[in-house]
């Protein structure tokens, strides 16, 4: 029992420090209960839908102040969850029961998401370094409305288990010339009603039918993700502030690579 809960701890860990890094928390998740060689019930299924709520209450407390300060910043982060959550409703029953079980669309779309984000990187960095013209939004108040629509589109491409909810935000943003601390923060705000309408979905669908193990092993995942996001979320801050996004990029080709290799050598 005690090793079950170590488990859970480790989940915690990984789900915390990979929620907000472009690498695909759940695809880590899975991954990680393949390695730990839990079953892959139905309850594994909703805890790695409801432990990644609990790295965005870090976000709501670290970014409590941005979020209530501006009415304009609410109603983008509103704009941008619409697409999310019509798409997440008609397609819930397909990711929970068939795609979350595919590591060959796992490492798929790691490795194509990361080929993406190098065309993008390089891109975007050719364009910084040109003339005057290019449009570069450096805060999330620049941020129109109907950019806000376009990312709210990109993230629902985050229900395929591998694509990564803020790789494929951060992606977006970076097509549309929005610099990357801007579209991270924006990425962390649009992850507050994109994860609990998620996490509230799954436990309406389930009806919180858990097995007192199950829900303890729920809580420990809970608050060990909680307490990593929280130092994940300042180091990705950091991180970015000096550095891009291709690290993650040549991270998510090698580690789809080997996804690939493991499955049909």
């Known amino acids: 029992m005690i090793i079950y809960f170590l488990k859970s701890i480790i989940l915690g860990i990984v789900q915390g420090f990979t929620e907000f890094l472009p690498i695909s928390s759940t695809a880590h998740l899975i991954l990680s209960v393949n390695l730990l060689k839990l079953d892959f019930s139905e309850f594994i299924k909703s805890f790695i839908i409801i432990i990644q709520f609990a790295s ?12 209530w300060s501006s009415w304009e ?13 019509i798409l997440g409703l008609l397609f819930y029953k397909i990711v929970k029961n068939f795609l979350q079980e595919s590591l060959d669309i796992i490492a798929l779309a790691l490795f194509l998401g990361g080929v993406i984000m190098l065309f993008l990187e390089k891109r975007y960095i050719r364009k910084m370094g040109e003339a005057t013209d290019v449009v570069d939004i450096k805060d999330i108040k620049d941020i129109s409305y109907q950019q806000c629509f376009f990312i709210g589109i990109f993230q629902a491409l985050a229900m395929i288990p591998g694509v990564s909810r803020s790789a494929a935000t951060i992606l977006g943003g970076l097509s549309m010339g929005i610099s990357r601390l801007a579209i991270v923060e924006f990425s962390f705000l649009l992850a507050i009603p994109t994860m609990l309408a998620a996490s509230s979905l799954d436990l309406i ?9 199950d829900l303890i092993f729920l809580i420990i995942g809970f608050i060990v993700s909680f307490i990593v996001a929280w130092f994940s979320i300042k180091f990705l801050l950091k991180f970015i502030k000096k550095n891009d996004f291709r690290v993650f990029a040549w991270y998510r080709i090698i580690l789809g690579v080997i996804i690939f290799l493991f499955l049909y050598t």
């Not at 669908?205 to 193990?213: A, L, Q, R």
């Open 205 to 213: 669908k389930t009806g919180f039918n858990f097995s007192f193990n």
């Open 73 to 85: 910043n609410i109603k983008k982060i509103i704009i941008a969850f619409i697409p999310t959550a």
């Open 56 to 67: 965005i209450l870090a976000v709501i407390i670290l970014y409590w102040k941005k979020i």
